[in-house]
């Protein structure tokens, strides 16, 4: 998958709880993106990044914030995790600002 | 209306035939097109992308693109059971001058043996 490896794989977390989502990609791409994926949505832009400290809102980017310190993490946090933030999270990254978008094997999310 | 829309399906076709799958998108300036299949429980893995008008052929897939009517297509030959899955259109918008993509819900495919 492109050198890009999302951690955790699972979560299950109770509502009111703050959770924070790695991408670690080897790649060294400027691009990095945070997507989520729900049933009859498709993937939705939460947050990308072009470039370390460098990072601008998606579709969907309340009740999420981003950080990337280096070039190679980008990190989600939910700060207060509530149920309709349950989903599949998809990390992307590329190379240049055109370039096709690679994905991680995502991280399955479940907020009780 | 949706940025980047597709028909949900399935689009049911029989092995060995041609399937077509179709997305419209509502940016006229979009520059850039994607095509990405992704099976049940798996990231989406990019397919083909197509950035000129008409059409771009990779082994058995084609890409097709129409920027006057707003559309671009990929077609499949010689569809196996293994292509079945969802594939999902992506365009690439530049109304704000951000390079995000913009995905389609998908399309799903099933190839019947």
């Known amino acids: 998958d492109a050198g890009i490896t999302q951690s955790p794989r699972h979560k299950v977390t109770e509502t009111g709880t703050p959770v924070t989502l790695r991408c670690h990609q080897t790649e060294n791409h400027r691009y990095m993106y945070w997507y989520r994926q729900d049933p009859g949505h498709g993937l939705r832009l939460i947050h990308y990044?072009?470039?370390?400290?460098?990072?601008d809102k998606g579709e969907v980017s309340d009740g999420y914030s981003v950080s990337r310190s280096k070039t190679e993490d980008f990190l989600l946090t939910l700060e207060s995790a509530t149920s309709s933030q349950t989903s599949v999270y998809f990390c992307a990254i590329a190379g240049v600002a055109d370039s096709p978008l690679h994905f991680g094997n995502g991280t399955r999310l479940t907020v009780t | 209306q949706k940025e980047v829309e597709q028909n949900s399906g399935p689009l049911s076709v029989p092995e060995g035939a041609i399937a077509s799958l179709n997305c419209t998108y509502s940016d006229r300036g979009s520059q850039s097109f994607f095509w990405y299949r992704q099976y049940s429980g798996k990231s989406p893995e990019l397919i083909m992308f197509i950035y000129s008008n008409g059409d771009k052929e990779d082994g058995r897939f084609t890409a097709q693109l129409n920027k006057a009517s707003q559309y671009v297509s990929l077609l499949i030959r010689d569809s196996q059971p293994s292509d079945s899955a969802t594939y999902l259109c992506a365009v690439r918008g530049v109304m704000d001058s951000s390079y995000k993509l913009i995905f389609g819900s998908g399309t799903r495919l099933l190839v019947r043996p």
């Open positions: 990044s072009y470039g370390v400290k460098d990072t």
